[in-house]
């Protein structure tokens, strides 16, 4: 993964542990107001 220079170095370190990276279409959701957190997303 290619980062931008602005990124740090803490954001680096997390990404390190991330299993999986998806795409979206403009418009859709990644979760929802009030649905349980099972995850946790970084958006670039």
């Known amino acids: 993964m290619l ?7 803490q954001i680096k370190e997390l990404l390190k542990f991330s299993d999986r990276s998806i795409n979206t279409d403009k418009g859709s959701f990644l979760f929802r107001e009030g649905t349980d957190a099972n995850e946790l997303y970084v958006v670039l």
């Open 3 to 9: 980062l931008k220079p602005t990124h740090s170095i």
